[in-house]
């Protein structure tokens, strides 16, 4: 095994130390991870170079090392050096290279600090290679011997811990829908006005991002206020309520799986019939879309996000909306891993449309929107930070060329990083999830007369 540089980052000592025996546990986890389609996958590159105008990082750095192809390579070097007869005889011919201690520098300095998982690079990918799978691959590899970003693997010790990422006490967490209850009947002038928790039968179960709890509770009271006007039938849990699942970022299935199991085991014990996930990117994507994989087993019941139900609001004629009270331009964010990679695209669209009286597209969108630069956990791994503002550059170009004064993006990941952005670029803009733009121009209807809720 080549020799150690001299410690310039977080896992550097960790690096350091690694015996035979690490090196073993990062190939088996690897090749566990692979199975005939990623094998296929990793022999399927022709280096033909399209995937790098997709890959934001590339575009604002034109650093070699950020094209997806590059990274790709990282790992099929690993790849065809142990399990391709080719790369074990003639590994020079065949471009394959041992697991190193530097080859591990380089899996954790790209592989979590050059890459937000967000997907883009297989659209533009000759061979539709699924390059998220492989890295994330990658990553359940380094994971395995403890090789996470120490900011990331805490969010995820936190939330197997705690319940929740934020480490968020059940009592606080009442006290917290206390209070919003509270505003809420206050704002509605209804006393009997609830954020319902622990509600045995309730049709859906509502699950939150706890950053809401902690720094956006107008995210939750506009939910609240959107399902009152709805005479949905609704419940929090007072444990399980966080929609989050940062297992699907440091790869580890084991721990996300806990995660996304505890929502399913929360909506059984209070007899629900539906899962309703809140704005979150990743959120939707973990427990929709790779629960099922973590768990071996289906849900049992629908799995939504609040999007689609909202939207089924809106077509149903559930509830009333008045763009007027949303006069200003308002453009959106897709977030990657509720577009790109979770199908959901048109309902945020149909909301909006119906909630405000200028909407504007950003250029591309939808599926082929660029990422804002703050999933796969790069906020959490706060070394990388540097990187992740200079590759935002793409995204706040976008949403400057749009002319729009609010963002609308329905996750909190993508706020946090939206926030930054706006900061970092000067952007003069408000960011919104696309609940709160709904709540705001929601008309309630009461017993005496109809009246338009105040802006909240």
């Not at 201690?101 to 967000?118: A, H, K, N, Q, Y």
């Not at 994971?143 to 319940?163: C, E, F, K, M, N």
Request: hydrophobic residues 40%.
């Amino acid at each position: 095994m080549d020799q150690p540089t001299a410690p310039s980052h977080p896992l550097q000592h960790r690096i350091q130390a690694l015996g035979d025996k690490d090196i073993e546990k990062i190939l088996s986890v690897f090749r566990e991870k692979l199975d005939a389609a990623a094998a296929a996958y990793l022999n399927a590159c022709v280096h033909c170079g399209l995937c790098a105008d997709s890959c934001h990082y590339y575009l604002a750095t034109g650093d070699h090392k950020a094209m997806p192809a590059a990274k790709l390579d990282l790992v099929n070097q690993v790849f065809k050096y142990y399990f391709s007869l080719t790369g074990k005889k003639f590994p020079r011919l065949a471009g394959a290279g041992a697991l190193t201690r530097t080859m591990i520098e380089e899996w954790v300095d790209s592989l979590f600090g050059r890459c937000t998982l967000c997907g883009r690079c297989s659209l533009s990918c000759t061979m539709g290679i699924n390059i998220f799978a492989l890295i994330r691959a990658a990553r359940s590899a380094l994971a395995a011997v403890g090789l996470v970003p120490p900011g990331l693997q805490s969010t995820v010790d936190t939330a197997i811990r705690t319940g929740n990422n934020m480490g968020i006490t059940k009592e606080n967490w009442l006290e917290t829908v206390a209070w919003l209850e509270e505003e809420l009947r206050n704002e509605l002038g209804d006393p009997r006005a609830r954020l319902p928790v622990d509600r045995k039968g309730a049709k859906i179960l509502y699950t939150i991002n706890p950053r809401e709890a902690m720094f956006f509770p107008l995210s939750i009271s506009a939910a609240a206020k959107i399902f009152y006007a709805a005479g949905e039938d609704w419940t929090f849990s007072s444990v399980n309520f966080d929609v989050t699942n940062y297992g699907l970022y440091n790869g580890d299935d084991e721990a996300a799986g806990i995660m996304s199991g505890r929502l399913l085991q929360a909506a059984h014990e209070l007899g629900c019939r539906e899962l309703i996930l809140a704005e979150c990117g990743h959120g939707f994507n973990s427990n929709r879309w790779e629960a099922p994989e973590w768990l071996s087993r289906e849900a049992g019941i629908p799995v939504r996000s609040v999007l689609q139900l909202v939207a089924g609001y809106v077509r149903e004629g559930r509830i009333r909306l008045d763009p007027s009270k949303n006069p200003k331009a308002v453009t959106l964010h897709d977030p990657c891993n509720l577009v790109r990679l979770g199908g959901v695209v048109e309902e945020q669209r149909e909301i909006l449309r119906r909630s405000v009286l200028n909407f504007v597209e950003m250029q591309p969108n939808r599926e082929k929107n660029y990422c804002c630069g703050g999933g796969a956990g790069q906020l959490a791994m706060t070394n990388f930070a540097k990187r992740r503002l200079e590759a935002g550059k793409i995204k706040a170009d976008q949403i400057r060329t749009t002319g729009a004064l609010i963002v609308a993006t329905p996750c909190h990941n993508c706020i946090d990083q939206l926030m930054e952005l706006k900061q970092h670029y000067r952007l003069p803009i408000e960011i919104k999830t696309v609940c709160e733009i709904a709540a705001d121009a929601l008309v309630i209807e009461t017993e005496d007369t109809s009246t338009e809720i105040l802006n909240h």
